[in-house]
């Protein structure tokens, strides 16, 4: 079993960075896509960005395209998001996610939350104007 954990949250003036990591578990996780999602409250859990196993390709959301960056060391089994030039409106608990599915080019379906095969706890960002 899979486990996923978050760190990295925390509280940041708008136009400020963060760089979130998530710690995996597993044997094989250089074959897992990897993604992170957010939910903000009152809101659906959305997808942020995604990336494939071998960190060839890469997929973001519109909203964050050009700001944040995911990344992935296989041989620390972490997950990056660095997220540069921060607005109130990326204020949501993030999660990271696991995909078993192995796949070299990432497509929209990558962007579905039950593509994902397990999920982490979820780290805070809150960003105040």
């Known amino acids: 079993q899979v486990q996923l954990v978050e760190s990295g949250g925390g509280l940041v003036q708008a136009g400020g960075s963060l760089r979130l990591s998530c710690a995996a578990s597993?044997?094989?996780?250089?074959?897992?896509?990897m993604g992170w999602f957010r939910q903000a409250p009152g809101k659906e859990r959305e997808f942020v960005a995604a990336?494939?196993?071998?960190?060839?390709?890469?997929l973001y959301a519109d909203s964050v395209k050009g700001r944040f960056t995911i990344s992935r060391v296989n041989a620390k089994k972490t997950v990056y998001l660095l997220m540069n030039s921060l607005k109130p409106e990326d204020t949501a608990v993030y999660y990271c996610?696991?995909?078993?599915?192995?796949?070299?080019?990432?497509?929209?379906?990558?962007?579905?939350?039950?593509?994902?095969?397990?999920w982490g706890q979820g780290t805070q960002v809150t960003v105040s104007s």
């Open positions: 996610a696991a995909d078993y599915t192995p796949a070299l080019f990432l497509g929209a379906a990558n962007t579905e939350r039950g593509r994902y095969d397990h």
């Open positions: 597993g044997r094989t996780f250089s074959t897992y896509t």
């Open positions: 990336i494939s196993g071998g960190g060839v390709s890469t």
